[in-house]
């Protein structure tokens, strides 16, 4: 769309132009990890300093796992794709596991990666002029990211770097939200152009979707005619206000909610219509009950193998993908999708519900039957959560804790694995925005994610919680020193159990009396005894401490604590059962 035309001509280089189109939409950080390929945007950045002119801040990340994850929680608790720099081949390669997560977590950033340059002979400047440049020279550098980004480009000329970048955010900001990621060589960052004629371009993401006045009236109908309706979501709490419209319906309506494998605060935890979480480990005791369920935005409610549902049951789902185009294999039977913004359908369904009869004895009936069991799981929770008699503290009780010392300014960033369940259901998250899980399976990704909601809430106090094993994944020294630098002190909780559980528990589903099983050989133990939180010492002003004994877990927390909020950050290395 052509707005206006710029005036005055004025000798610029792509990357000059870059770093004012990142400032326009709304690019507060570049985590960067810089290489050969970056000289031109080093000293773009410099000059522009120097000339006063505004620039992202930029995050130097010793690692991209780093560098991306921070980007995926800046964006997760701002809702602003934010940008991420990368050094060609390599550091596209060393995104690994956390551009899945930003895949299947929707979490939208802008990936900018060089490329060797394309010219041998000095040409241009920037030609080639290292060794390295012929190593990192791949036929195909996009496709190494193909496969979990939205969308990915090869800037061909450095005039029209603003088009470029403005319509790669426009799809990492349509729903479903998601990476992106562009690349060009030296020669191209280093162009210069008179930009005078230069178009000034405003692209949109694509505005929410909602149901049709018929698909609205439809599931309305089903809701109030159900004798057990029963509400299921995952990822609702990126949307704020969708959460008010289900705390809203479920109110007005006694409708249950469960939180399936949740990676947001989706529901408050103290609500009498919370019943819980599905942790995709025993078989959800409210489904088969169901006779009406409505999915809003989760990619699996319930696995199949283990839950089951009424075959007469409604089954409607209303999500922005809701049947999962990007994974290859995926479907639920009897399954009603519906390609609609959560937030809205509920606006829509609660308006449709609100010209439709109320059974009121029935709804105070099913009102008091489903607080009653909501109080009745949160008495089976606290029974296991007191402190341990046997000198070995239980991810319970140490959740508990944890919940203990935090507060409403507080944000939980969650990456315990096999104590995801525990950790859903002793947290009790009930505050929108204190909560976040990455949305995919790569591990490593809480210690970056914590930088990143700390930069974006720097009030607020950050615990990362986290397995022994993902801990070891997130890089830790690179963790640490990047949050120092950068003023991000978070405290991080080592859920110890002494090596990989999920292996064990995945060969114990498939073989329960197996030859891993019958020997003990399931090859997932790590080094014992080892001091994972010395990994943090690094940075001289870390707190670092291990805990064994569960009287004295309260105090090295809290003492951790207290040095958070003094500015800087702690690590705490609690060995609880072993695997």
Not at 101 to 113: C, D, H, K, T, W
Not at 308 to 337: C, F, H, M, N
Not at 552 to 570: C, I
């Amino acid at each position: 769309m052509r707005d206006s035309v710029q005036q005055g001509a004025t000798l610029r280089t792509t990357s000059d132009r870059l770093m004012e189109t990142l400032c326009a939409i709304g690019v507060d950080y570049i985590f960067a990890n810089l290489g050969s390929d970056h000289p031109p945007i080093i000293e773009a950045l410099a000059k522009r300093s120097a000339e006063g002119l505004p620039n992202p801040k930029v995050v130097v990340c010793p690692h991209e796992m780093v560098a991306i994850s921070a980007a995926h929680g800046y964006a997760q608790a701002t809702g602003r794709a934010q940008a991420v720099l990368v050094h060609v081949d390599v550091g596209t390669q060393n995104l690994g596991g956390g551009l899945h997560n930003a895949l299947r977590g929707r979490v939208p950033m802008l990936i900018l990666a060089g490329a060797s340059p394309v010219t041998l002979d000095g040409e241009l400047r920037g030609s080639r002029n290292e060794f390295i440049h012929y190593l990192q020279d791949v036929p195909d550098q996009r496709g190494i990211v193909r496969e979990y980004t939205k969308w990915s480009y090869d800037l061909h000329v450095g005039h029209n770097v603003d088009l470029v970048v403005k319509r790669a955010m426009q799809i990492a900001n349509s729903e479903p939200k998601g990476p992106v990621y562009i690349m060009a060589p030296r020669e191209i960052l280093e162009e210069e152009h008179t930009y005078s004629d230069a178009i000034a371009r405003e692209l949109s993401p694509v505005l929410p979707s909602a149901l049709s006045p018929e698909q609205a009236q439809e599931i309305a109908t089903a809701l109030a005619e159900a004798k057990f309706p029963l509400v299921i979501t995952s990822y609702l709490g990126r949307n704020h206000d969708a959460v008010r419209e289900l705390i809203g319906l479920s109110e007005e309506w006694a409708i249950p909610v469960i939180e399936a494998g949740p990676m947001y605060m989706n529901f408050p935890a103290d609500h009498p219509m919370h019943l819980g979480y599905d942790d995709f480990v025993q078989p959800n005791p409210f489904l088969p009950k169901a006779d009406v369920i409505v999915v809003l935005d989760s990619d699996f409610p319930w696995l199949t193998q283990n839950s089951t549902r009424q075959s007469s049951a409604k089954l409607y789902w209303v999500d922005a993908d809701p049947i999962k185009e990007t994974i290859p294999l995926w479907y639920y039977s009897g399954q009603q999708p519906y390609r609609a913004d959560a937030g809205t359908a509920l606006r829509q369904i609660r308006q449709a519900l609100s010209a439709l009869r109320r059974d009121a004895t029935a709804l105070e009936q099913r009102r008091q039957a489903i607080a009653a069991e909501s109080r009745r799981l949160r008495a089976e929770w606290e029974k296991v959560e007191s402190i341990p008699t046997d000198q070995a503290i239980t991810p319970e009780y140490l959740t508990r804790v944890v919940r203990e010392l935090c507060d409403e300014d507080t944000i939980v960033v969650n990456e315990t694995i096999t104590n995801y369940g525990v950790v859903w259901r002793h947290l009790r998250n009930r505050t929108l925005g204190s909560f976040y899980g990455s949305g995919g399976s790569s591990l490593g990704w809480h210690g970056g994610a914590a930088i990143g909601v700390k930069l974006a809430h720097p009030t607020k106090t950050v615990i990362a919680l986290t397995g022994d094993g993902s801990y070891l994944f997130s890089v830790p020294s690179a963790v640490h020193l990047t949050a120092a630098k950068y003023g991000a002190p978070f405290l991080t909780v080592i859920y110890n159990n002494g090596g990989w559980k999920a292996p064990k528990a995945s060969t114990l589903a498939v073989h329960p009396d197996g030859y891993a099983q019958q020997h003990s050989d399931f090859k997932v133990n790590f080094y014992p005894d080892a001091q994972l939180e010395r990994a943090a010492a690094v940075v001289p002003e870390t707190y670092t401490a291990s805990v064994k004994a569960p009287e004295a877990l309260k105090g090295v927390l809290t003492e951790a604590l207290a040095h958070v909020r003094a500015g800087h950050s702690a690590v705490v290395n609690v060995v609880i059962k072993p695997l």
